[in-house]
């Protein structure tokens, strides 16, 4: 898989956001393709699973199996239905990724004959293949929402290092497939929209930005624990994905010039997340002897969690610029701020539109400038309560998630325009509202 848990929405049960996707008539019945993740592990899906059952809507999921958590292969939770398939992922190169995609869209497919008729299908990437089970279900009478949650051409040049070569063409083309077979398309931030509108040369109106943000009920910060600090009189915190395009050798090569460089030795590191480059990471940190100094804890439970995000006097965005990341909103950065604390990034565009001032920025790359501020802001604990707050505001304001349930279900109300809904009942039905 190229690639948070998150609990129910509270209702929101006013009259506009029923209106605003299809009427909140509750005959409407909407199917979410994932194949990245599993939900309600996948924390964006499963917000816009609830926005979309608050709204009137039937939902169900279709994804992969989780490992340790959302293993059941059918389980409704909170009143959205979810269909789960065994996936192993890839290894060994193109041809493991084949096996895992070819295995993913079987299965897509064999569950949405069981799932039956629908009025939206709404497919998530990564990969850019489940435009095929998509257009399957538009011959039926579906509409097809394209919930764009990464650039895929882009991931795999900053992923894989190979170039332009015939396997970036192939995704390139696959993706100008998806953008041609959906008639509305979600994107994560206004990086993406552009990308939609110039390369995927979709109109503007029919693209709709539905950012991700953090589920606050899970980010609520606790007393903090010294004992975590292992010690020291400072605790340093990642949290996030561990793949070979997120940084985390970036942070552990800073995190050794802070200490060889800078003189610095008063803090203590966790890295909270598991991920492809998880065993490398612990590797190089080995090399560059920190294991004293730095602890990787994989993925745990949200109450530790929280208690190692409260205890946190800085946290490291580390994701280095490239093709992707520089335009791409990371999840760790909104987490950060709904949790009031302080980040170091390297300097990215959309890493500025998210944090704004609840960031300090290094020149892109340039780790001996990243662990440079790690000092500054340990040595400013004003600046680090400034920092926090102002994120806190952001994300409780202008990144909410209600703003994005507003354009998610106004994308909604587009891609149902004119049409009415199908019947569970009657699979005849959307073969007639097709024909019409």
């Given at each position: 898989m190229?690639?948070d848990?998150?609990s129910?929405?509270?209702?929101?049960?006013d009259a506009s956001?029923g209106d605003?996707?299809?009427?909140?008539?509750?005959d409407r019945?909407?199917?979410?393709l994932?194949e990245?993740?599993?939900?309600?592990?996948?924390r964006?899906?499963w917000?816009?699973c609830?926005?979309l059952?608050?709204?009137g809507?039937?939902v169900?999921?279709?994804?992969p199996?989780?490992?340790?958590r959302d293993t059941?292969?059918?389980?409704?939770?909170?009143g959205?239905?979810?269909?789960?398939?065994?996936?192993?992922?890839?290894?060994?190169?193109?041809?493991?990724?084949l096996?895992?995609?070819?295995?993913a869209l079987?299965h897509t497919?064999r569950?949405?004959?069981k799932?039956?008729p629908?009025?939206?299908?709404?497919?998530?990437?990564p990969?850019?293949?489940?435009?095929?089970?998509?257009?399957?279900?538009?011959?039926?009478?579906?509409?097809?929402?394209f919930d764009?949650?990464?650039?895929?051409p882009e991931?795999?040049?900053?992923?894989?290092?190979?170039?332009?070569?015939?396997?970036?063409?192939?995704?390139c083309a696959?993706?100008?497939r998806?953008y041609?077979a959906?008639?509305?398309?979600l994107?994560?931030?206004?990086s993406?929209r552009?990308?939609?509108?110039?390369?995927?040369?979709?109109?503007?109106?029919?693209?709709?930005?539905?950012?991700?943000?953090?589920?606050?009920?899970?980010?609520?910060p606790?007393?903090?624990?010294?004992e975590l600090?292992?010690?020291?009189?400072?605790?340093l915190c990642?949290?996030?994905?561990m793949?070979?395009?997120?940084?985390?050798?970036y942070?552990?090569?800073a995190?050794?010039?802070?200490r060889?460089?800078?003189g610095?030795?008063d803090?203590?590191?966790?890295?909270?997340?598991?991920?492809?480059?998880f065993d490398?990471m612990?590797q190089?940190?080995?090399?560059?002897?920190?294991?004293?100094q730095?602890?990787?804890?994989?993925?745990?439970?949200?109450?530790d969690?929280?208690?190692?995000?409260?205890?946190?006097?800085?946290?490291?965005?580390p994701d280095p610029?490239n093709p992707?990341?520089?335009?791409?909103?990371?999840?760790k950065?909104l987490e950060?701020?709904?949790?009031g604390?302080?980040i170091?990034?390297?300097?990215?565009?959309?890493a500025r539109?998210?944090?704004?001032?609840?960031?300090?920025?290094?020149?892109?790359?340039?780790?001996a400038?990243?662990a440079?501020?790690?000092?500054l802001?340990?040595?400013?604990?004003?600046?680090?309560?400034?920092?926090?707050?102002?994120?806190q505001e952001?994300?409780s304001?202008?990144?909410?998630?209600?703003?994005?349930?507003?354009?998610?279900?106004?994308?909604?109300?587009?891609?149902?325009?004119?049409?009415?809904p199908?019947?569970?009942d009657?699979?005849?039905?959307?073969g007639?509202?097709?024909r019409?």
């Amino acid at each position: 898989m190229l690639g948070d848990t998150s609990s129910g929405e509270t209702s929101f049960g006013d009259a506009s956001f029923g209106d605003a996707a299809g009427g909140g008539r509750p005959d409407r019945r909407a199917l979410i393709l994932v194949e990245n993740l599993s939900v309600p592990f996948d924390r964006r899906v499963w917000q816009e699973c609830t926005t979309l059952r608050d709204a009137g809507w039937t939902v169900h999921v279709i994804c992969p199996q989780g490992s340790k958590r959302d293993t059941e292969a059918e389980a409704e939770i909170d009143g959205v239905r979810i269909h789960r398939y065994p996936l192993r992922a890839a290894t060994g190169g193109p041809a493991g990724y084949l096996r895992e995609y070819g295995s993913a869209l079987w299965h897509t497919l064999r569950l949405a004959r069981k799932v039956g008729p629908v009025d939206v299908v709404h497919a998530c990437n990564p990969p850019d293949l489940l435009f095929l089970p998509a257009l399957w279900l538009k011959r039926r009478g579906a509409r097809f929402v394209f919930d764009q949650h990464d650039l895929v051409p882009e991931l795999y040049l900053s992923r894989f290092g190979r170039g332009e070569d015939l396997l970036h063409r192939a995704v390139c083309a696959l993706e100008r497939r998806t953008y041609r077979a959906a008639d509305v398309v979600l994107a994560t931030n206004e990086s993406y929209r552009d990308v939609a509108v110039r390369r995927g040369g979709r109109r503007p109106e029919d693209v709709f930005v539905v950012r991700s943000a953090p589920a606050i009920e899970r980010f609520q910060p606790v007393p903090a624990e010294p004992e975590l600090k292992n010690g020291k009189p400072h605790l340093l915190c990642y949290l996030g994905v561990m793949g070979p395009q997120d940084g985390v050798d970036y942070a552990l090569r800073a995190l050794a010039k802070l200490r060889d460089e800078l003189g610095r030795t008063d803090w203590h590191a966790v890295f909270v997340g598991s991920g492809d480059a998880f065993d490398a990471m612990t590797q190089l940190s080995r090399e560059l002897g920190l294991t004293e100094q730095v602890q990787f804890t994989g993925r745990i439970p949200d109450a530790d969690l929280v208690r190692y995000l409260s205890t946190a006097d800085v946290c490291l965005s580390p994701d280095p610029r490239n093709p992707l990341n520089d335009v791409s909103t990371m999840n760790k950065v909104l987490e950060y701020m709904a949790m009031g604390r302080p980040i170091v990034s390297f300097d990215l565009k959309e890493a500025r539109v998210s944090a704004g001032d609840a960031a300090v920025y290094a020149p892109a790359n340039d780790e001996a400038a990243f662990a440079g501020l790690i000092a500054l802001l340990l040595d400013d604990p004003e600046q680090r309560a400034r920092m926090g707050r102002i994120g806190q505001e952001r994300v409780s304001g202008p990144l909410s998630w209600r703003n994005s349930q507003a354009s998610l279900l106004a994308a909604y109300t587009a891609a149902c325009r004119d049409t009415p809904p199908v019947s569970a009942d009657d699979p005849d039905r959307a073969g007639k509202r097709q024909r019409r």
